[in-house]
């Protein structure tokens, strides 16, 4: 089973400049997240689609984040304009919904953002 | 909305020795309760789990306990070895929408 995929894996960019990370999930997976991860802490949540529907989004700074999974599949997290405090790792993860498959949450490898 | 604490934030251990770390939780209708492992540079990884149903699960050297009574969760790690070290972060997922909340992470370190 191929896992979830993330690009870029790294990208460095200038405060107030725009950036955009893609996420495709495990096939058939409904549920997609968006986590932030600042160094040393734990994953926080800025997302939650389930199928191209948005769960909860009530931690994402709308200001200047946008996240979209237009067809239900992969997905696009935005960055209009960035700060230095967004620099982190930006990890998408995903899991199934159906019954019994609806509890394991699998990680893609993460985008490592730094904002100068 | 859910609130999981993790203790302790750091833990050093020598090789062959057992490390516990320990986490609560405040939804009590929290139902699935992972454990990741994250080194460095790498993304989480699902080590074990358990589900609400069940009060102890083991896979060789790791075991995940549960107390829905007291709403807490430990893992258990024994024999432990250098490839063991690595932040670890418990988790539990609420009753609707599959959301998880996660602690703040636990750095083991085991000195061979």
């Known amino acids: 089973e191929a896992g979830v995929a993330q690009s870029p894996r790294y990208k460095i960019i200038e405060k107030r400049q725009s950036v955009a990370f893609w996420c495709n999930p495990i096939?058939?997976?409904?549920?997609l997240y968006w986590y932030q991860q600042i160094l040393g802490q734990g994953p926080k949540l800025l997302i939650q689609?389930?199928?191209?529907?948005?769960?909860?989004d009530s931690q994402l700074p709308k200001d200047r984040f946008s996240a979209e999974r237009l067809k239900g599949v992969d997905s696009t997290l935005k960055i209009q304009p960035a700060k230095l405090e967004d620099s982190a790792v930006y990890l998408c993860?995903?899991?199934?919904?159906?019954?019994?498959?609806?509890?394991?949450?699998?990680f893609g490898p993460g985008t490592r953002l730094t904002v100068t | 909305g859910e609130n999981v604490e993790q203790h302790p934030s750091t833990l050093s251990v020598q090789e062959g020795d057992s490390a516990v770390i320990k986490c609560t939780y405040s939804?009590?209708?929290?139902?699935?309760f992972p454990w990741y492992k994250q080194e460095l540079g790498k993304r989480p990884q699902l080590i074990i789990d358990?589900?609400?149903?069940?009060g102890e699960k083991k896979d060789q050297r790791i075991a995940v306990t549960l107390n829905k009574t007291a709403k807490h969760f430990s893992l258990h790690i024994t024999e432990t070895q250098p490839e063991d070290s690595a932040v670890y972060f418990c988790?539990?997922?609420?009753?609707?929408?599959?959301?998880?909340?996660f602690g703040s992470g636990t750095k083991l370190n085991v000195k061979p």
């Open positions: 689609f389930q199928n191209n529907g948005v769960v909860d």
């Open positions: 939804d009590s209708a929290s139902n699935y």
């Open positions: 988790a539990a997922r609420g009753y609707n929408f599959n959301k998880f909340y």
């Open positions: 993860a995903s899991s199934g919904s159906a019954p019994g498959l609806a509890y394991e949450q699998y």
């Open positions: 358990i589900r609400s149903n069940v």
């Open positions: 096939s058939g997976h409904a549920t």
